[in-house]
């Protein structure tokens, strides 16, 4: 089974011979911010093991950085995050043309996620954990929030799950 980048590479193909011009121009996008992030670790590996000090080590620590699907399914939900804000923006400017190009750009980035949870099936989850980790009240939050955004994280939107333990911990 192919991974989340190597899909995104057979993905641009068939719509290259599709002569798909909007799913291709987003889809080099997206590359682009991965190869962009993988280019920064690799940076980061080669000088944390010594880099011109320690050429070898250097060498194969930068070699070997690979990006897990995790982590481009981090990049794709910065990318559709960045067109859904710029979507708003162009809304308020009265852009409808531009809301509907940054829309559709973020409708293809996201068959690319996991499948959002909605408020409906997070809510006994989240009276679960809250419990779990015995959060009782308002002024259990801070506990609270790093613990349901690690768990639910890329399976819920950061303020879907803020109004949900508010509401569990205000009830």
């Known amino acids: 089974m192919a991974n989340l980048y190597d899909q995104f590479q057979i993905d641009m193909r068939e719509a290259m011979k599709a002569r798909d011009s909007v ?4 889809l080099r996008m997206a590359m682009s911010a991965i190869k962009s992030s993988l280019s920064n670790q690799v940076k980061q590996a080669y000088d944390a093991a010594g880099g011109e000090a320690n050429m070898a080590a250097a060498e194969a620590a930068a070699q070997a950085v690979v990006l897990s699907d995790v982590q481009v399914q981090d990049i794709v939900a910065k990318e559709v995050k960045r067109r859904r ?16 190009t940054e829309e559709a750009e973020a409708a293809i980035l996201e068959q690319y996620l996991p499948k959002m949870m909605s408020a409906d099936d997070l809510r006994p989850q989240i009276v679960a954990l809250l419990a779990e980790i015995g959060a009782t009240g308002v002024a259990d939050m801070n506990k609270a929030m790093p613990v349901v955004m690690q768990r639910y994280k890329g399976l819920a939107e950061g303020r ?12």
Do not use: S, W, Y
């Not at 799913?23 to 987003?26: G, P, S």
């Not at 804000?85 to 509907?100: I, S, W």
């Open 160 to 171: 879907v799950l803020n109004q949900l333990v508010r509401e569990t911990l205000g009830a």
């Open 23 to 26: 799913r291709v121009n987003v």
């Open 85 to 100: 804000e710029a979507a708003e923006m162009f809304r308020k400017g009265n852009r409808m043309d531009l809301v509907a």
